[in-house]
């Protein structure tokens, strides 16, 4: 199974500020065959389901704001909100869907500073 | 709109048995393939099982293999998920998902208990 590590496990960022989260896989999920990441990022808030922000690496879902980014490839990948908001306090979580099962992070807990 | 309602979650001792139901409305259930995923408390996400439109083909975490089923009634446009064997480390919010990865459409969850 693909091993999926986040960095920092919590961040503390203020307001308007830029908040940058990490997710490094324990194997290549980059397809050669359509260059494309099969990795994805979830906001998810107390009590609700996860929410989908972020898939291939770097498209936004439909509706997300966009102050949330997501780059890199192959192994390393990056989650940026560009200028932080209130309602953005929550557990971000990448997953890699390259390889059967698919996994997840154990996510980075973002609150303000 | 996607509407995902699951329902079955509760509290059984270790080695009892679960049936957990998501009644699906929204779209056209027949043509999808859904997932169970499951979060314990204060972890992260896991993917538990999947299983194709027709049911035909069901693939499931090492974890729970020969002990969870998942099963579908295309009819009734109802997932399932049979529990057996349960553990402690089953205790988790259950949510079921329509066709991801990616996740984009999930349930509200259902919690269950494995304690005694």
């Known amino acids: 199974d693909i091993v999926m590590t986040q960095s920092p496990d919590s961040l503390a960022v203020s307001l308007g500020e830029r908040a940058t989260i990490n997710c490094k896989s324990s194997?290549?999920?980059?397809?050669?065959?359509?260059?494309?990441?099969?990795l994805a990022w979830y906001q998810q808030k107390p009590g609700q389901p996860p929410k989908l922000l972020i898939y291939?690496?770097?498209t936004r879902e439909s509706g997300v704001p966009d102050r949330f980014s997501g780059s890199g490839s192959g192994t390393d990948f990056t989650l940026t909100i560009s200028s932080l908001q209130a309602e953005d306090v929550a557990v971000y979580s990448c997953?890699?869907?390259?390889?059967?099962?698919?996994?997840f992070g154990q996510g980075t807990k973002l609150e303000i500073k | 709109e996607v509407h995902l309602v699951e329902s079955g979650g509760g509290l059984v001792q270790p080695g009892g048995s679960l049936r957990l139901s998501c009644a699906a409305s929204?779209?056209?259930?027949?043509?999808?393939?859904m997932n169970w995923v499951r979060q314990a408390p204060g972890k992260g996400l896991e993917w538990v099982a999947n299983?194709?439109?027709?049911?035909?083909?069901?693939y499931y975490v090492d974890s729970v293999k020969g002990r969870f089923t998942i099963s579908r009634d295309n009819a009734k446009n109802s997932l399932y998920l049979e529990m057996n064997s349960l553990r402690a480390e089953d205790t988790a919010v259950y949510y079921c998902?329509?066709?991801?990865?990616?996740?984009?459409?999930w349930g509200q969850g259902t919690l269950v208990t494995v304690s005694s």
């Open positions: 929204g779209f056209t259930f027949s043509s999808y393939w």
């Open positions: 194997q290549s999920v980059l397809y050669s065959a359509d260059n494309k990441s099969y």
């Open positions: 997953q890699q869907y390259y390889s059967t099962p698919p996994t």
């Open positions: 291939w690496a770097s």
């Open positions: 998902e329509r066709s991801g990865p990616p996740y984009r459409n």
């Open positions: 299983i194709k439109p027709d049911g035909t083909e069901k």
